[in-house]
């Protein structure tokens, strides 16, 4: 008998390696030559990862990315795959303008792909599948208590958390026997945990001096805090004082709404965040490269190839002048380059002649963030929603 369960086990390990399946986990691995018949001509969610063995954060989420295998491999409408986008996948890797590695993607048939925008975590990855392909897992027991993302601040950990972040912060000064910071509590609790919950990690941090708990004699001596509540604006990167070459912040003096405050925390930190959470119609945009979209493409259709050309070189113009000393001229804080790529896509694909391409693309994300919002991750929602804000400055006339 255990000549047979040798022969049998050995079997199976050969059948899996050939089909590119590994049983334990349940991740697929395709190449180039099977990517369309295993991916795009499935009717199955698929999600992909693209990896390189040489990639260190690909190696780290190897491990995780087979658990999540596992949990899905008994979902027949879902399938978890990865491919070598460096050595049998790279016409794939090219194909869908892979510029980095690890990217994740979902691909439903001949749509355009999802990319994964969260953290590459397990429950991360598994909350964006069951969003996306409508599935659900069975909950796990237990839930996690209510945990605020307002920083708490006091004279021992300001500069530390402040003046040596990169991000901008904007801080409550507050006392316990305020009644108007007792009002405000809520609201800021909305702007750190609701409205601007997406921003925290790389755009914005939102603190509270709480002066009656919290040593703070001295961060208000500074800057001349006399009454409650009061609200700063700390920029890192804000223009010096022509006095003394000092950063100062800048004092909130409207009302304390959460329309006001968002407003401000808008204009100061280059954000696009509505009362909601969600993005306005400027998130993910670049106004310099509107302009010239608007200048150059929304022409006769005998000019727009030519024209299309010319966008490219600007897009590129651009991305130069973006690292210069001069880039302040053509370039704001509320200018999101991190979606210059995108821009250079679309104009690739006005080049190419898939015109059609703009408004079907429009249609479908628009229908997905509007009828699915709530089923999909927050950061999904809004790389959806700059896409769809960028394609409309390709479509209006």
């Given at each position: 008998m255990k000549?047979?369960?040798?022969?049998i086990s050995t079997f199976l390990l050969v059948a899996g390696t050939l089909a590119g399946f590994s049983a334990d986990s349940g991740v697929i691995q395709v190449n180039d030559k099977n990517f369309d018949d295993i991916v795009v001509n499935s009717d199955k969610w698929s999600l992909v990862d693209y990896?390189?063995?040489?990639?260190?954060?690909c190696q780290s989420l190897h491990p995780i990315y087979d658990q999540?295998?596992?949990?899905?491999?008994?979902?027949?409408?879902?399938?978890?795959?990865?491919?070598?986008?460096?050595?049998?996948?790279r016409k794939t890797t090219r194909k869908y303008e892979v510029d980095g590695f690890p990217m994740v993607q979902m691909y439903h048939g001949k749509d355009e792909p999802i990319t994964f925008e969260g953290s590459r975590d397990l429950?991360?990855?598994?909350?964006?599948?069951?969003?996306?392909?409508n599935v659900r897992l069975p909950v796990s027991q237990g839930s996690e208590d209510y945990v605020s993302d307002v920083v708490q601040l006091n004279d021992l950990n300001f500069q530390e958390k402040v003046f040596s972040n990169t991000k901008p912060t904007i801080v409550a000064f507050t006392a316990s026997w305020c009644g108007h910071c007792v009002?405000?509590?809520?609201?800021?609790?909305?702007?750190?945990?609701?409205?601007?919950?997406?921003?925290?990690?790389?755009?914005?941090?939102?603190?509270?001096?709480?002066?009656?708990?919290?040593?703070?004699?001295?961060l208000m001596e500074q800057f001349g805090v006399k009454g409650f509540p009061t609200i700063l604006?700390?920029?890192?990167?804000?223009?010096?004082?022509?006095?003394d070459g000092l950063r100062r912040p800048v004092q909130y003096s409207g009302d304390?709404?959460?329309e006001s405050l968002i407003e401000f925390i808008n204009e100061n930190a280059g954000l696009h965040r509505t009362t909601t959470g969600q993005l306005s119609s400027n998130g993910g945009t670049v106004q310099k490269l509107n302009t010239l979209i608007n200048e150059k493409l929304h022409q006769s259709e005998e000019a727009s190839l030519s024209s299309a050309i010319s966008l490219l070189k600007d897009i590129d113009e651009l991305v130069k002048v973006s690292s210069s000393s001069f880039a302040s001229q053509y370039i704001s804080k509320a200018d999101d380059l991190?979606?210059?790529?995108?821009?250079?896509?679309?104009?690739?694909?006005?080049?190419?002649?898939?015109?059609?391409?703009?408004?079907?693309?429009?249609?479908?994300?628009?229908?997905?963030?509007?009828?699915?919002?709530?089923?999909?991750?927050?950061?999904t929602v809004d790389s959806m929603q700059k896409r769809i804000n960028i394609l409309k400055s390709f479509i209006d006339n």
């Open positions: 000549v047979y369960s040798v022969i990896y390189a063995d040489w990639c260190r954060h999540l295998g596992a949990l899905f491999k008994d979902e027949d409408t879902v399938q978890i795959l990865r491919i070598n986008g460096d050595k049998d996948g429950q991360s990855l598994s909350n964006f599948v069951q969003s996306v392909a009002k405000l509590s809520p609201t800021w609790e909305k702007l750190a945990n609701r409205v601007y919950a997406n921003d925290l990690e790389t755009s914005l941090q939102i603190g509270e001096v709480k002066t009656t708990e919290e040593p703070s004699e001295k604006f700390f920029d890192p990167l804000g223009p010096p004082s022509k006095e304390r709404s959460l991190s979606m210059v790529p995108y821009y250079k896509k679309l104009v690739n694909k006005i080049i190419n002649g898939e015109d059609e391409f703009f408004k079907k693309e429009h249609a479908r994300l628009t229908k997905i963030v509007t009828t699915n919002s709530r089923n999909l991750q927050e950061k």
